[in-house]
């Protein structure tokens, strides 16, 4: 039997948890039954240098050298034209897509073509279509209802966000199927052991006073909710004259301007520092007192997952799906209401106040991320969604 084709596709490779879920697939999907190849919008971003070196990489912008256009859909019916042109070139036999914007190229490609294609919906359409779905929604609202209608699969990354797509697309009941992100447990607790290379971070107390080190991370935009997370620091080291706070936020975008300038007025240039997009972020998180996931919306938080498999005490906006469903409402972390400061002041304290309680609770988390979320038990069902979409597509 020959081997599956299939064709990842992703806008670009930053360093978004949709990007690492398809870096870690290429990694890790059986070679003896599958061909993978990778088609992207752009080719750019850290995560570039992961991708295997058997796996192919075409990036629309270097396949289409005419000048950009202006016309209303002119760019994205190219890309739909390119990627119908690749999926013949390669023979592929499924395509595989990450985040909406993506799908309505991806999607719309192979149904045009007629091979078997596979969607996955990374967050709560809810609550997160209308912040990055930019001009004319609501035509994009009604493609996605057509392409998911006829896609071979539906996922989604949390069971909550399968039944909000539903909702939100009006796709029939029950027809997305949760498909949970996947760490790559063994690389995540080989890196947290390395150091992390940073004076600031690594001292022991600040002028006799003990340190608490924060860590966050992901892309800086608004929705991360970075900007909560610095004001409650802030909050924080006001009431704590004790304690000296580092928070680390790891990651770029572009409301960098904007946070350093809140990081600024708030005079927290010796607690709050922005390193950037780390290579080396479970080191991060193995050496903090506590992750916190500060987000107005998520799906199904890859950072989470990782700082879990590391040991570290976790804290989580309660967003409505991923964050609530990955850490069953407490057990394995600490939920805060979402949008809320003193919310996020609180959970903190109750990590410095209550170690015993909060150490436990980590080791906990720590075993239920490596049983439900391994890279391994997430692949291999994905790749039995791939045959089973690809035969019966055949």
Not at 178 to 192: E, H, L, M, T, W
Not at 359 to 383: D, G, M, N, P, W
Request: proline share 4%; charged share 20%; hydrophobic share 40%.
């Amino acid at each position: 039997m020959s081997r599956i084709r299939v064709v990842f596709s992703i806008g670009a490779l930053h360093g978004g948890g949709s990007e690492r879920q398809i870096v870690s697939a290429l990694r890790h999907l059986n070679r003896d039954l599958f061909e993978p190849h990778l088609y992207i919008v752009y080719r750019s971003g850290p995560l570039l240098s992961l991708v295997p070196d058997d796996v192919k990489i075409a990036a629309f912008e270097e396949r289409d050298r005419r000048p950009p256009t202006r016309m209303p859909g002119g760019m994205h019916s190219r890309r739909v034209d390119d990627m119908r042109r690749y999926l013949r070139e390669v023979e592929a036999d499924l395509s595989y897509d990450r985040t909406f914007l993506m799908t309505l190229v991806s999607a719309e490609a192979a149904q045009q073509v007629g091979i078997a294609n596979v969607s996955t919906v990374v967050t709560d359409p809810a609550t997160g279509f209308e912040p990055v779905a930019g001009r004319f929604q609501w035509f994009k609202k009604r493609s996605l209802r057509r392409l998911y209608g006829r896609s071979t699969n539906v996922l989604a990354v949390s069971t909550g966000a399968a039944r909000s797509a539903e909702h939100f697309y009006g796709l029939a009941p029950n027809s997305v199927e949760s498909q949970y992100n996947g760490v790559d447990i063994a690389a995540i607790r080989s890196g947290a052991r390395n150091a992390v290379d940073s004076p600031w971070w690594n001292a022991n107390s600040v002028n006799g006073k003990t340190l608490v080190r924060l860590v966050s991370a992901g892309r800086l935009n608004y929705e991360k909710g970075f900007h909560l997370l610095i004001d409650a620091v802030a909050e924080l080291q006001s009431t704590n004259s004790e304690i000296q706070f580092r928070l680390a936020l790891l990651g770029e975008g572009d409301y960098r301007s904007q946070l350093q300038n809140q990081i600024d007025a708030a005079g927290l240039t010796e607690q709050v520092r922005m390193p950037g997009f780390q290579n080396n972020a479970p080191a991060w998180y193995a050496s903090a007192d506590a992750f916190v996931l500060s987000s107005l919306v998520e799906g199904m938080p890859n950072v989470l997952l990782e700082a879990m498999a590391c040991g570290t005490p976790v804290l989580s906006s309660r967003c409505p799906h991923g964050p609530h469903e990955i850490l069953e409402d407490g057990r394995y972390g600490i939920l805060c209401d979402t949008n809320s400061v003193a919310s996020l002041v609180d959970a903190v304290q109750s990590v410095i106040h209550h170690p015993v309680i909060t150490h436990e609770r980590a080791a906990k988390a720590k075993t239920y991320v490596e049983s439900v979320f391994s890279q391994q038990v997430v692949i291999r069902k994905l790749e039995q969604i791939f045959t089973a979409a690809v035969q019966r597509k055949n």
